[in-house]
């Protein structure tokens, strides 16, 4: 069972700055694909970061959701199996819980999809994050 456990949110004024780190567990990159996604409440779940692997030389993607590109940036450190979310000049409308996910486990009608490519099926309890303007 793979596991993903999030930390680093917290509550910020807007233009303000966060890091999130997801430690997983090494079956977590099994699949192709590991990211972030978020919720608010009353909303649906918006694919926010992912990298996808691409496989031999071919290196990796990653993908961006267009409400977080040039302010959300994704990283890892496979050496200590954590996954990064920079967050910078956050906005109120940032504010959710926010997912580390893993392309591990059965697709379900649960399964998020992020950029057509990367299936996010796993995902750990969040980390809540609050921007105030």
């Known amino acids: 069972q793979v596991q993903l456990v999030e930390s680093g949110g917290g509550s910020v004024q807007a233009g303000g700055s966060l890091r999130l780190s997801c430690a997983v567990s090494e079956n977590a990159y099994s699949g192709k694909c590991i990211g972030w996604f978020r919720q608010a409440p009353g909303t649906e779940r918006e694919g926010v970061a992912s990298i996808q692997t691409l496989g031999g030389t071919l290196g990796s993607r990653t993908y961006y959701a267009d409400s977080v590109k040039g302010r959300f940036t994704i990283s890892q450190d496979r050496a200590k199996n954590m996954v990064y979310l920079e967050m910078n000049n956050l906005k109120p409308e940032d504010t959710a819980m926010y997912y580390c996910?893993?392309?591990?486990?059965?697709?379900?009608?649960?399964?998020?999809?992020?950029?057509?490519?990367?299936?996010?099926?796993?995902w750990g309890q969040g980390t809540q994050v609050t921007v105030s303007s």
């Open positions: 996910a893993a392309d591990v486990g059965p697709l379900l009608s649960t399964t998020l999809i992020v950029a057509g490519v990367c299936p996010l099926k796993s």
